[in-house]
């Protein structure tokens, strides 16, 4: 007799807009919210409704989902999707985003992956809440002593009942063999295509690096590790997204970090002779 299945993992958290006509539920806008760090589903019931004879309760009717609060923990938002989430106006010709009166919070769907074990035997489950509305969002921003304090971001959220026929509140896929599959039951269901991809180019002199790939997909997060060749240190170092040097942001200690590729990517990497 098989064991049963433990969580041994959360990722790839999703919103998508909700929408609904006559009955009818569909999604759009679809995105990665960030990288997901832990997800929480608290959901509400009604009361049963018990019926008692000879002294004893002979049946009951169980209690149907209410509502509910979603607890997402994330390593950081991107910022198309804090914008997505929060329904946050342009921001204006100095670049100010503003959040007030003009927000125009929208219902959301939110998708992730959970992952299993069960004799050994991993699965990646697919599970979607049809209907949230994200509460406004708390920050927290510590500085750092003697060691990175890693730094989460908490979103609430209250669930709903679909406006569907059935009231659908929750949606949960096959167990598939691979994360990526779950993911693209995720994406059809949210009706998202290809998000399209951005290359990444390096110009390398006398120093290597640990990313063998092209392209990245749009909205990844990108890291990238520079090793200088032996007999060199690493030198003079740039990286270009989307054509804008974003070098003082993206760049530390030999590492390149972008949160969101949102353009093609060219680093530039020099290694100079000496220890």
Avoid at 71 to 77: A, E, K, R, S
Avoid at 119 to 132: F, S
């Amino acid at each position: 007799m098989a064991n049963g299945k433990v969580c041994t993992g959360f990722s790839r958290p999703y919103v998508a807009i909700y929408n609904a006509n006559a009955g009818n539920v569909t999604y759009s806008n679809g995105r990665i919210l960030a990288r997901g760090v832990n997800v929480n589903i608290a959901p509400d019931s009604s009361d049963d409704n018990n019926f008692y004879a000879d002294n004893q309760r002979a049946e009951t009717g169980a209690g149907t989902f209410t509502g509910g609060t979603l607890t997402l923990t994330v390593d950081g938002l991107f910022t198309a999707a804090e914008k997505l989430i929060m329904g946050l106006p342009e921001a204006n010709a100095a670049g100010w985003t503003a959040y007030g009166d003009q927000q125009s919070v929208p219902n959301m769907g939110v998708g992730y992956i959970a992952r299993y074990m069960s004799d050994g035997v991993t699965t990646y489950m697919p599970t979607i809440l049809a209907k949230v509305k994200f509460n406004q969002i708390s920050s927290e921003a510590a500085t750092q002593e003697e060691e990175i304090d890693w730094q989460t971001q908490e979103l609430t959220a209250a669930m709903m009942r679909g406006d569907d026929a059935n009231h659908n509140w929750k949606y949960v896929g096959a167990e598939s063999t691979t994360e990526d599959e779950a993911d693209a039951a995720i994406r059809a269901m949210f009706n998202i295509t290809d998000p399209g991809t951005h290359t990444v180019t390096q110009n390398l002199t006398n120093v290597t690096s640990d990313f063998a790939g092209e392209t990245v997909l749009d909205a990844a997060a990108l890291t990238v590790e520079l090793t200088p060749e032996s007999g060199y240190t690493l030198g003079t170092v740039t990286v270009l997204m989307g054509g804008e040097d974003i070098t003082t942001t993206a760049y530390a200690d030999g590492v390149v970090t972008i949160a969101s590729v949102t353009g093609d990517v060219v680093i530039t990497a020099v290694g100079s002779e000496g220890p």
